[in-house]
């Protein structure tokens, strides 16, 4: 059998898995129809299939950065204070000490997840599709850079 540890770490597994298939299927409408490129003032230029998947990409590394630190944190340390006597007399106050922990982990963790990748992606004009960039060159005052909201 696996150690301990290693059965409370499933869960995390678990977590990586459904973000890395749920946010893709929920955002495909983005994947097959593109996202929305905007200039600095918010002017929708065109959308972009390869910047959605890029913008998608980043909020599951996103998404796994947030629940990382939860997942993987408290499993180890519940592992380490399950040997101290302190807690062999009293595993009662393992749910309660889960519960904190994990409260606490989330307050920074959250703000922390979110703010790996600015809301606003900056993406330069190279990197469109030809046509969208041949689209943005022929505006007046091209912008070298545009931007995507990568979503949350």
Known sequence: TAPPLIGRLVPFVAVCVANAINIPMMRKGELINGIDIVDSEGNKLGTSKAIARSAITQ????RIGMATPTFALIPVIVNALEKKPYFKARPHLFGPLQ???????????????????????PVRVSKLEPELQEKIKALKNPPSVVYCNKGL
């Open 59 to 62: 909020v599951v590394i996103s």
């Open 99 to 121: 519960t904190v922990l994990c409260g606490m982990i989330l307050l920074v963790s959250t703000p922390l997840g979110c703010a790996l990748f600015p809301q606003m992606t």
